[in-house]
């Protein structure tokens, strides 16, 4: 299994061509999840026939870390490297997109502290964090988490590490990717992104 996901993952990464409860309790206004006290049916077997709901509910055994009133930590069950971890929400969400941006927010709040004791207890020097959000990106379990993966010198985990990356270059392809981009995010956003920096370079880009 763990050569499995170690495969996908690389393929996907392969180009081609205890701290204070204080730091780590939830932000303010966000709820706890559905998935504590059960729920109803979502997408692709829904809550129900979801792993990490039940794990979060306590039927599924787990190695827990870490929990707060909107997520837990876990060991991977089936870890790349030694302390493989996972932050999941206990609202259960199929998609890093369909995850309350509160939530989101609360997940990635507790990556400085969890993966610093993650470190130290496994005696490693770095961290890869990763979302595998999609069926392309290799995500098998359809409820949002992020991946904590401990990295030692010379561990040799990912074969992409070994590849020369190619430079970007301001092509019309690439500065009509950057504006289609730019497009969506300010029609997306609730933040403004007309800077008077913005408005130039898409001018710039329009010319």
Request: a positive charge; one cysteine or more; charged letters at 20%.
């Amino acid at each position: 299994m763990a050569q499995r996901r170690l495969a996908v993952l690389s393929s996907h990464l392969t180009q081609t061509g205890p701290a204070p409860p204080s730091a780590l309790g939830p932000p303010p206004g966000v709820s706890t999840s559905r998935c504590s006290g059960g729920g109803g049916e979502t997408e692709r077997g829904g809550e129900k026939g979801c792993v990490f709901c039940r794990i979060i509910r306590g039927e599924s055994p787990a190695f827990k870390l870490y929990e707060d009133d909107v997520c837990i930590c876990i060991l991977d069950s089936s870890p790349l490297s030694v302390g493989h971890s996972l932050i999941i929400p206990k609202l259960h969400a199929p998609s890093l997109e369909s995850t309350p941006p509160p939530v989101v927010a609360a997940m990635c709040s507790k990556i400085p502290i969890l993966s610093s004791c993650i470190m130290k207890a496994t005696q490693s020097d770095s961290f890869n964090l990763l979302v595998n959000n999609g069926l392309a990106a290799g995500q098998v379990i359809f409820h949002t988490h992020l991946h904590i993966i401990p990295r030692k010198t010379g561990d040799k985990l990912w074969r992409s590490e070994s590849l020369r990356r190619q430079p970007i270059e301001a092509n019309p392809k690439i500065i009509d990717l950057v504006n289609s981009i730019q497009d969506l995010v300010c029609s997306l956003s609730n933040d403004s992104c007309l800077s008077d920096a913005w408005i130039a370079a898409k001018t710039r880009n329009h010319k």
